[in-house]
């Protein structure tokens, strides 16, 4: 075993077990996605990641991205039904190892979009509950080449790490609590990224700015990303408090 590939074990190891110390009455599932899908860049041989789940209307929605970039991405992806991530959604197959060079015929809009972004090869894998398929786990890089077997078993791993976190969330869980939970985590993003349209204004700076000021604010005051982010909504806490 290398010294590398070692290490990363280790690391993927330390998250898993930090994932499940996180499971416990009250976390934040928007930020513990987000923490999921940073930690998907840092383990795995990547240079962005993001979760998607349905709404109630089957339609996708964003709840965690790495990177802006990423998330302006799955955003089309979510807006067209088109990309890795939908299919992987669709099918409950994984999507591994999609030369975006050869893909102009399967994905002919969010192809071209993710070439001009800088991603070269995608990946997605199925978040399941169950025999169902709730959500999947994106995963883009911005090299060539095939995404080494134990990376996917990883990958998997983490994907399935987050559909426990959902099960854990609601543990007398039936369809429609659980379409409530995806319901509630959707609609945080949607008012974080509110949030954080504000907070980039007031305070000068960009988008992941933003968003790094609010998840800090609300780790370091115990308070749940979106809580937050409904105040700096309502004007109730100026982003000068950060």
Known sequence: MTE?????????????????????????????????????????DVAA??????RTNGELGIVASSSEAMHILEAFEAQSNEGPCPDC?????PVVNLDLATAH?????????ALVAGFRSVHALPMRLRNDTIGALNLFRTHEGRMSESD?????????????????YRTDIDLRALNDQL???LNSRIVIEQ????????????????????RSYARNNGRRLADVARQVIDGTLRPESF
């Open 183 to 185: 319901s509630y985590a």
């Open 4 to 44: 590398a590939h070692s290490s990363r074990e280790v690391l993927l190891t330390r998250t898993l077990v930090k994932l499940a110390d996180t499971l416990v009455e009250g976390f934040d599932i928007v930020d513990l996605f987000t923490f999921l899908a940073d930690r998907c860049v840092e383990i795995l």
């Open 49 to 54: 990641a993001g979760l998607m789940l349905p």
């Open 89 to 93: 959604y669709r099918t409950g197959q």
């Open 105 to 113: 015929g399967r994905w002919p809009r969010f192809t071209p979009r």
């Open 195 to 214: 949030a954080k349209g504000i907070v980039g204004e007031r305070s000068g700076t960009d988008m992941a700015q933003a968003f790094t000021l609010l």
């Open 152 to 168: 996917v078993n990883a990958a998997q791993s983490l994907a399935d790490v987050a559909s426990i976190a959902i099960l854990q």
